[in-house]
Nanobody, 115 residues
Framework: QEQLVESGGGLAQPGGSLSVSCVAS???????MNWYRQAVGKERELVAA????????NYVSSVKGRFTLSRDNAKNTMYLQMNNLKPEDTAVYYC?????????WGKGTLVTVSS
């Protein structure tokens, strides 16, 4: 049974830092992984993506230079370090794997940036 489980997140002040993690289980292969986020009243957007080997990483322009995506394939875990957080980063963050056109999602973890 394929499963994605996020952890981390929480509350940070503007300019602060948080990290979120995603553990993948049940997948036969090591796959590219993604972080999406969805703010209240907005559509879900792709924040960052990492290839199966970790060699290729892409970020949405709004988080470039502030967020760092990485993975540890030995632990089947993907990490997103978020620095210099802004109120507009407030959202539920979701881990995602797309396998043969099928999207797998975690339940999400809430990140709130507020003073």
């Amino acid at each position: 049974q394929e499963q994605l489980v996020e952890s981390g997140g929480g509350l940070a002040q503007p300019g602060g830092s948080l990290s979120v993690s995603c553990v993948a289980s049940g997948f036969r292969f090591t796959l590219a992984m993604n972080w999406y986020r969805q703010a209240v009243g907005k559509e879900r957007e792709l924040v960052a993506a990492i290839s199966s080997t970790g060699e290729k990483i892409n970020y949405v322009s709004s988080v470039k230079g502030r967020f760092t995506l990485s993975r540890d394939n030995a632990k089947n875990t993907m990490y997103l370090q978020m620095n210099n957080l802004k109120p507009e980063d407030t959202a539920v963050y979701y881990c995602n794997i797309n396998l043969d056109g099928v999207d797998y999602w975690g339940k999400g973890t809430l990140v709130t940036v507020s003073s």
